[in-house]
């Protein structure tokens, strides 16, 4: 597995990527859930976030991350290609792009927050309602 700047010729499959992802890893979250965040996905973060893929020794694109500076605001790995190390491989080309690093992970995503836990990360603080108000409380991990 290898990294890369992610471009907009990616998008289409990142989005699918992160689809494969949430539908495996965020149970809490409705169909109606996932379809109204698809194109906040698609249309806001992707453009708007600085992407790193991560590929398979084929060039197939397996999952990506998206920093605002020094805030790791996505990670997603395909479902196929988690515990593979490509998580752990994205976090640690952001801190070396970045320096210590903050995310935010959805409390009701357990897995996620071992994760990071295990990366070295500690919960700093919590919200009740995601970033655009919804019911899917966040967790504030730092380095």
């Known amino acids: ?25 965020h149970a809490f979250l409705s169909e109606e859930d996932i379809a ?5 996905v698609r249309d ?3 453009p708007a976030l600085e992407l790193w893929v991560l590929c398979g020794d084929d060039g197939e694109l397996l999952g ?3 920093l605002d500076s020094a805030k790791l ?16 491989m994205l976090v640690e080309r952001a ?3 970045k320096g210590p690093l903050a995310v935010d992970v959805n ?25 655009a ?5 966040l967790l504030h991990l730092v380095e």
Request: hydrophobic share 40%.
């Open 1 to 25: 597995m290898h990294l890369r700047e992610g471009t907009p010729a990616d998008w289409d499959r990142l989005l699918e990527i992160w689809e494969a992802s949430v539908r495996a890893t």
């Open 36 to 40: 109204a965040l698809r194109p906040e």
């Open 44 to 46: 806001a973060a992707l």
């Open 64 to 66: 990506f991350m998206g």
């Open 73 to 88: 605001e996505a990670l997603y790995i395909a479902p196929s290609s988690s515990r593979r190390g490509g998580g752990r």
């Open 95 to 97: 801190r070396r792009l």
């Open 107 to 131: 409390e009701q995503n357990p897995a996620a927050l071992r994760f990071y836990e295990a990366m070295g990360f500690r919960v700093c603080g919590r919200s009740p309602l995601d970033s």
């Open 133 to 137: 108000g919804r019911p899917f409380p």
